[in-house]
């Protein structure tokens, strides 16, 4: 009788084990979500009037879902910022300096022209004066984003014999960026005038010709 009860224990299937609830994978369209509502909250009121409940409000979710994913709204905003880094921008190829330049600049201005964009950036802008970690996240974000497509436009120019090799690419970076961000951030202009996207690439790339 004991060897059955044995042979019949041993022929039960074995039960199979739970995962911990802590180990549920975070679904990415909740992320998604997420990530967009945080945008839009930023653009509604502003990174020291946003809050969990507003974001989780505006995605959909529980706060737990917000939570699960960041510890707090300067870890929400600190993690998308230095999201654009390493998103970038397409790197032009038209084969000449000035319609690559032109090509950076159409793109660029789209995005820093966006409702969206135009209140993000001066608000983080005006919290990186006071708050040291997004200072540096907004540095990495705008000049890492740059950075590589400026010195792949440089670098491809300088291939072709347009520029001469070896020019200083923090000095061509600043060239580059700096006049459309001047309008587009500080300035903040409506309307750029007709053909001035044009003319700055010409300027711009006679200005790098010189460096």
């Known amino acids: ?3 059955n009860a044995t042979n019949a224990d041993s022929a039960k299937p074995t039960p199979r084990r739970r995962a911990p609830a802590g180990a549920a994978v975070l679904r990415e369209d ?8 945080v945008f839009e909250e930023l653009a509604a009121v502003g990174y020291a ?22 510890r707090s709204k300067l870890h929400l905003v600190l993690d998308l910022v230095s999201a ?8 032009p190829d038209t084969g000449s300096l000035e319609g690559d330049l032109l090509l950076l600049y159409q793109v660029t201005s789209r995005a820093l022209r966006h ?11 005006a919290e990186a004066a006071r708050n040291p970690e997004i200072a540096e996240a907004m540095q990495k974000a705008l000049r890492e984003g740059q950075h ?13 014999g347009e520029l001469r090799s070896g020019l200083d690419e923090d000095l061509a970076l600043d060239l580059i960026s700096g006049p459309l961000y001047w309008r587009a951030v500080v300035v903040r202009s409506p309307k750029l ?19």
């Open 148 to 160: 590589g497509v400026a010195s792949g436009i440089v670098r491809a120019a300088a291939a072709r």
């Open 115 to 125: 409702p969206v964009a135009g209140q993000i950036i001066p608000d983080l802008q």
């Open 193 to 211: 005038p007709k053909g001035h996207l044009q003319r700055l690439a010409a300027a711009t790339a006679a200005g790098l010709r010189a460096l």
């Open 1 to 3: 009788m004991t060897t």
């Open 49 to 70: 009037r946003m809050s969990i409940e507003g974001i989780a409000r505006r995605a959909g979710v529980g706060k737990t879902a917000v939570y699960r994913r960041w």
């Open 30 to 37: 909740v992320t998604e979500a997420i990530r967009e509502a």
């Open 84 to 91: 654009m880094a390493v998103q970038g921008l397409p790197a």
